[in-house]
């Protein structure tokens, strides 16, 4: 894998794979960086430019699955990507969120979720479009 797909390249791409693409990145991924427990990748259908993701090398599928080592790697890790990513002329802020992914998932392979972290440029206005106008009316008690 050395190009960027995409999306519909992408779907086509991973209707048929058997398994999971994130626990065979050294073949299926394109690694920016390799860490002890994290590799930093490009995500290979990306939503917007540098559009990349963290994964850990074990799979598992939450974020508070990871051990107390694989954490503390994480935090360098992070610290890493985003410099990079601030080191680019047209990049001067970034955002970074996790997603769960399970069997409602679209295609076969969508459904092994294994943890990645997202890690991309952010600009004013690209949350825009999940803005809840009525979210200030929830009831924030109900949560204690
Ligand atoms: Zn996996």
Redesign the pocket.
Known sequence: MSKLMTREQYNEYIKNYA??????YDEDQIILKEFEHWVWIANIAPYVPYHTLI?PK???TEFEDQTFKEAGELLSVLHFAKKKLLDLKEVDRVVHFWRFRDENAPVEALK????HLNLMPDKEGSWNPILNPEAYKTDIGVLR
């Open positions: 398994g999971c693409a994130f626990c065979h994964i074990r799979h598992f092994i979720p294994h943890f």
